[in-house]
């Protein structure tokens, strides 16, 4: 029987996540957060009163064994001038199949039966009003997803507006895993919206399973500037409440100085450096290798490199 692997996330970072570990001999539940509410995804959330369906799209595309162009074709942009236009494919499908099933999970399902997906996409919420709050470090409250990103300000504290109803399906999966995966990504945006509510901490707090979080290359603007490593551990600690990560996979790539220097002008993003002191003093193990390629001038996690690390660290048991 294979080991079952939950992992939390949202955006691009469990995407790539996924197309590597989808390949390995794991049994994978990925857990969406579905509280964004920009471009298309918020436009639909407006008109039909849903929740978020942008990184779900993302997630059942990096897992499906489907032909190329189909995955493009569910990735698709319109690039118009009518209503269409910057509206994903994939929202568009899987919010009709809500409106017709009144059931987000339902509709996953059925689109992951479709597009051959032999593993679990589930949404943290059935939750249509699910919405992200902040608060800086100066007392602002910021009220949306979208809004907390643009904003650039450095987070004191996330929340939701409501207290969420947590899918029992997500609760089950943390219940029964072998391993639960932080993924990469924006850590206020994609990684804690998963586990800001009781339901879930409370659900880590009683799971033997080790926690494990792959850290993020660059810093985010504003919400994670100077983070080291260990910050991020810390941050993800405070939030996780009972429990504190096992394990950390970090990359120690020699990041080229022009694509740095790219990063640093044009979005205002430095590489996150491994500070092996303080990681040690939190007791988390960590494992580090050379994960970082290039594509199209942009950093991206070795996908297949990476969830090798996670597949070794899971069979040692």
């Given at each position: 029987m294979y080991k079952k692997v939950v992992v939390f996330g949202g955006g691009t970072g469990i995407s790539y996540l996924l197309r590597g570990l989808k390949d390995f001999p794991v049994d994978i539940t990925a857990v969406i957060s579905v509280s964004d509410n920009g471009r298309s995804t918020g436009k639909l959330r407006k008109e039909f009163n849903t929740p978020a369906v942008g990184d779900i799209r993302k997630v059942i595309t990096a897992l499906s064994e489907i032909d190329e162009p189909i995955k493009q074709m569910v990735e698709y942009r319109f690039h118009t001038s009518s209503d269409l236009n910057g509206h994903a494919v994939g929202n568009l499908i899987l919010t009709s199949l809500l409106d017709i099933t009144g059931s987000l999970k339902s509709s996953i399902a059925s689109l992951c039966k479709l597009f051959d997906v032999k593993h679990t996409v589930l949404p943290f919420s059935e939750d249509s009003s699910l919405t992200l709050m902040a608060e800086d470090k100066d007392g602002n409250i910021?009220?949306?997803?979208e809004q907390i990103t643009e904003s650039h300000h450095r987070i004191k504290k996330i929340f939701y507006k409501e207290e969420p109803v947590v899918l029992p399906e997500v609760l089950e999966a943390i219940k029964e895993a072998d391993l639960i995966i932080f993924s990469m990504g924006s850590l206020y945006t994609s990684v804690l919206p998963n586990i800001i509510c009781k339901e879930v901490q409370n659900a880590i707090k009683e799971t033997t399973a080790p926690?494990?979080?792959?850290?993020?290359?660059?810093?985010?603007?504003?919400?994670?500037?100077?983070f080291t490593v260990s910050d991020h551990l810390k941050l993800l600690n405070k939030y996780i409440k009972y429990r504190t990560v096992d394990v950390v996979i970090a990359s120690n790539t020699k990041i080229d100085k022009k694509i740095a220097q790219k990063y640093a002008t044009e979005e205002q993003k430095d590489p996150v450096k491994i500070d092996y002191a303080a990681i040690n003093k939190l007791g988390t193990e960590l494992i580090e290798d050379d994960l970082i390629i290039v594509e199209d001038n942009i950093l991206r996690h070795n996908s297949l490199k990476l969830s090798a690390l996670i597949f070794s660290y899971l069979m040692r048991g």
């Amino acid at each position: 029987m294979y080991k079952k692997v939950v992992v939390f996330g949202g955006g691009t970072g469990i995407s790539y996540l996924l197309r590597g570990l989808k390949d390995f001999p794991v049994d994978i539940t990925a857990v969406i957060s579905v509280s964004d509410n920009g471009r298309s995804t918020g436009k639909l959330r407006k008109e039909f009163n849903t929740p978020a369906v942008g990184d779900i799209r993302k997630v059942i595309t990096a897992l499906s064994e489907i032909d190329e162009p189909i995955k493009q074709m569910v990735e698709y942009r319109f690039h118009t001038s009518s209503d269409l236009n910057g509206h994903a494919v994939g929202n568009l499908i899987l919010t009709s199949l809500l409106d017709i099933t009144g059931s987000l999970k339902s509709s996953i399902a059925s689109l992951c039966k479709l597009f051959d997906v032999k593993h679990t996409v589930l949404p943290f919420s059935e939750d249509s009003s699910l919405t992200l709050m902040a608060e800086d470090k100066d007392g602002n409250i910021i009220e949306g997803e979208e809004q907390i990103t643009e904003s650039h300000h450095r987070i004191k504290k996330i929340f939701y507006k409501e207290e969420p109803v947590v899918l029992p399906e997500v609760l089950e999966a943390i219940k029964e895993a072998d391993l639960i995966i932080f993924s990469m990504g924006s850590l206020y945006t994609s990684v804690l919206p998963n586990i800001i509510c009781k339901e879930v901490q409370n659900a880590i707090k009683e799971t033997t399973a080790p926690l494990m979080y792959l850290c993020n290359v660059v810093t985010q603007p504003g919400e994670t500037d100077n983070f080291t490593v260990s910050d991020h551990l810390k941050l993800l600690n405070k939030y996780i409440k009972y429990r504190t990560v096992d394990v950390v996979i970090a990359s120690n790539t020699k990041i080229d100085k022009k694509i740095a220097q790219k990063y640093a002008t044009e979005e205002q993003k430095d590489p996150v450096k491994i500070d092996y002191a303080a990681i040690n003093k939190l007791g988390t193990e960590l494992i580090e290798d050379d994960l970082i390629i290039v594509e199209d001038n942009i950093l991206r996690h070795n996908s297949l490199k990476l969830s090798a690390l996670i597949f070794s660290y899971l069979m040692r048991g």
